[in-house]
């Protein structure tokens, strides 16, 4: 009987996971890898719902399974140990699961890859741990957000006690980079001044570690505020966390940029002006809600693979002149489209801010990274694409016609929802 072998966490186990089971058991015998609670609280920085021998417990359970380990090993590949002593005929994934650098591992070891789509249970309403997490948090208590009732001047709204509700969740948010990544570095800026856009995201998805959503900055945030940013001045909270992320006494001399605070702190979308400083000269933000929607209505994003250890983006950089304005005149065209609401200039500038970073700082392009824009680029719905910071992978940030009907065709697409 051939083997098969799947990994996964399994925290939240729930239908998905059984008919994942049920579907990958058909193939041969079914073993299965569980993400150990080191794992876990190292790779995606929180603690499990179920300890790893409960998670066991309840995956050897399931009678689609033959038998079921703890994976001694670490990061997205911790199954690597558990393969090598099993020696499986087979390895099968979610589509959502799947990466270059497992097909990879499957061929160097002569074992079969297979790529399941995730389709529920016959008379069953289709289940995701990321979609189970959000649900929880609707349940949560509510509580208003920083500066909602207060309208400006004109505004249809101004003057009513209109208050919005922003869902209590575990983590804080995070921030999407739309263009002028890098010019927030003063080795940057000093050869053209220019803006960084971003928007601050809700984290209505698990955001991984490593993958170019300002993790970094968020899990220091956490060591202050672990449940929800405090209800203060967000630019004046945004720099706070800058100064508590860049202790005088770290001893590595890196210096994390402004526009990973700024984006997590300030709502909505903003942009921030850096000129051979660390701190930018000014800050301006849109919360108008046709444009927030907007943007919501075209962007999303697709995992890739976590930048791996020992991944340096700034090797072989090429800074200069002419390459910094690029990157500076990209963000400008950017932020203009954005406020016009006008999708194909948008996109545009999107693109050529990109290709500015990339051209400033060609590792962000690690092996791997094309594959995914080669898979995503060619689709007729997508117009731009991006990877969210200082790149090497995470996630490949999309502009696309319309993303509800993006990620309704392509599970793996991560929807966004910008914060208020």
Not at 7 to 27: I, K, M, P, T
Not at 121 to 147: C, D, F, V, W, Y
Not at 183 to 193: G, H, K, N, R
Not at 202 to 230: A, D, H, M, Y
């Amino acid at each position: 009987m051939m083997k098969v072998f799947v990994s996964g966490c399994y925290d939240l186990l729930h239908s998905g996971h059984v008919e994942f089971f049920r579907q990958a058991s058909q193939y041969g015998d079914l073993y299965v890898g569980i993400g150990s609670d080191a794992t876990i609280l190292t790779y995606k920085n929180h603690k499990t719902l179920y300890p790893e021998q409960e998670r066991l417990f309840m995956v050897k359970s399931i009678r689609y399974v033959k038998d079921a380990f703890i994976n001694q090993g670490s990061g997205v590949m911790d199954f690597i140990p558990t393969v090598e002593a099993l020696k499986p005929d087979r390895f099968v994934v979610n589509a959502d699961g799947s990466s270059e650098e497992k097909r990879k591992f499957c061929e160097e070891r002569g074992i079969e890859y297979i790529v399941l789509d995730r389709i529920p249970a016959e008379g069953l309403e289709a289940r995701s741990s990321t979609s189970i997490k959000a649900s929880l948090q609707t349940l949560s208590p509510t509580l208003p957000r920083n500066g909602e009732g207060d309208h400006p001047e004109g505004s249809p709204h101004h003057g009513g006690d209109v208050r919005r509700t922003e869902r209590v969740s575990e983590g804080i948010p995070t921030r999407l980079d739309l263009a002028g990544t890098w010019i927030d570095q003063p080795y940057v800026s000093t050869y053209a001044p220019g803006w960084a856009i971003t928007i601050s995201l809700l984290p209505t998805f698990e955001i991984r570690e490593r993958c170019g959503l300002s993790t970094s900055t968020r899990n220091q945030i956490k060591r202050i505020w672990p449940v929800r940013l405090p209800d203060m001045d967000p630019e004046m909270l945004a720099k706070l966390v800058f100064c508590f992320e860049n202790d005088p006494e770290r001893t590595d001399g890196i210096i994390s940029g402004a526009q990973d605070a700024i984006g997590i702190c300030m709502p909505g979308l903003c942009r921030h002006y850096y000129n051979a400083h660390y701190w930018p000269e000014r800050i301006e933000s849109c919360t108008d809600e046709s444009v927030l929607c907007w943007l919501e209505q075209h962007l999303c994003m697709i995992p890739m693979f976590p930048r791996r250890p020992g991944c340096s983006v700034v090797e072989g950089k090429d800074i200069n002149e002419a390459n910094v304005k690029a990157l500076a005149t990209a963000a400008d065209n950017c932020w203009k489209a954005i406020l016009q609401t006008d999708l194909n200039a948008f996109a545009a500038a999107y693109q050529a801010s990109f290709n500015a970073q990339i051209t400033l700082f060609p590792a962000m392009m690690q092996p791997g990274v094309q594959d995914y824009i080669n898979q995503y680029a060619p689709l007729p719905d997508v117009l731009a694409w991006k990877m969210p910071g200082a790149g090497g992978g995470g996630y490949l940030a999309l502009v696309v016609s319309d993303a509800p009907t993006f990620c309704q065709q392509h599970e793996e697409a991560i929807p966004l929802a910008i914060r208020r």
